[in-house]
């Protein structure tokens, strides 16, 4: 079984007190704690929240020895548990038109985002595959189109064995709009265990109340059908009104 969790654990902001990264960073790792995913993918943070929150996890490894970090820039990143998955290769692709210059933008976005990767092997089953973690723009939906399909076009020469994927991450849009259209195109052999396991449709960003009238799905994980889904949940833990994350992590389980 591999087991995959996805989460955008909010950036350090003293002004979301009590919900800054000092009050609620002990409840976002006990959750994962609690589920220990083989993988991992975060989105936001800057390198020392991402740092922390690595000395919280004491099963995981911060994936980032291909990472020349900047300061002032917000991560997707990816934690592996290494008694379970043995990492072979990994780096990062900036979604803009030079997607090898860090810290790069294009297509109106209002930050440089990026995706992260990895090559990597099931050690129980010895069985390969390619993860896939990112974050879009929050703003403009074309200019969310433009940066998958950078993603997409890139992962496919790095891939050149066509493993099997896994995509995870903050895709800023409910699966049914534009994003979704695109990755249907270029890797129809991606699904959505959310729909296939006929999971009703939740909102997965908050405002710290655990609530977003207009909200919606917009944090996915993704799989190639060869990944066989036995669940699929967004946890809504709270303590009081402390909450992991404006946004609610999400936790998966596959045959692999």
Request: aromatic letters at 10%; one cysteine or more; a negative charge.
């Amino acid at each position: 079984m591999l087991k995959v969790a996805s989460a955008n654990i909010r950036f350090d902001n003293p002004g979301d007190s009590p919900n800054d990264w000092s009050g609620r960073r002990e409840l976002l790792s006990r959750l994962i704690n609690d589920f220990t995913p083989d993988i991992l993918g975060t989105q936001e943070g800057r390198e020392p929240q991402l740092k922390n929150l690595e000395s919280l996890l004491p099963n995981h490894k911060l994936i980032d020895l291909n990472r020349d970090w900047i300061e002032e820039r917000m991560y997707p990143c990816i934690f592996v548990n290494s008694e379970k998955v043995d990492v072979i290769d990994s780096g990062d692709i900036w979604l803009s038109q030079t997607p090898f210059e860090a810290g790069s933008k294009s297509f109106e976005s209002a930050f440089p985002r990026l995706c992260t990767w990895i090559q990597a092997r099931v050690i129980e089953t010895g069985k390969d595959f390619f993860y896939v973690n990112t974050h879009l723009d929050h703003v403009l939906g074309k200019t969310r189109k433009e940066q998958i399909q950078v993603l997409i076009t890139e992962i496919k020469k790095l891939n050149s064995l066509s493993l099997p994927i896994i995509l995870t991450g903050d895709f800023n849009e409910s699966p049914k709009e534009s994003v979704r259209e695109v990755i249907s195109k270029e890797w129809s052999n991606l699904f959505d265990p959310w729909e296939f396991l006929g999971k009703a449709e939740e909102t997965s960003f908050h405002k710290f109340d655990g609530t977003h009238d207009n909200g919606c799905r917009i944090d996915w994980i993704l799989a190639d059908k060869i990944f066989q889904a036995r669940s699929i949940e967004i946890r809504k833990d709270h303590e009081g009104e402390i909450y992991p994350s404006d946004h609610f992590p999400v936790f998966a389980e596959f045959n692999y």
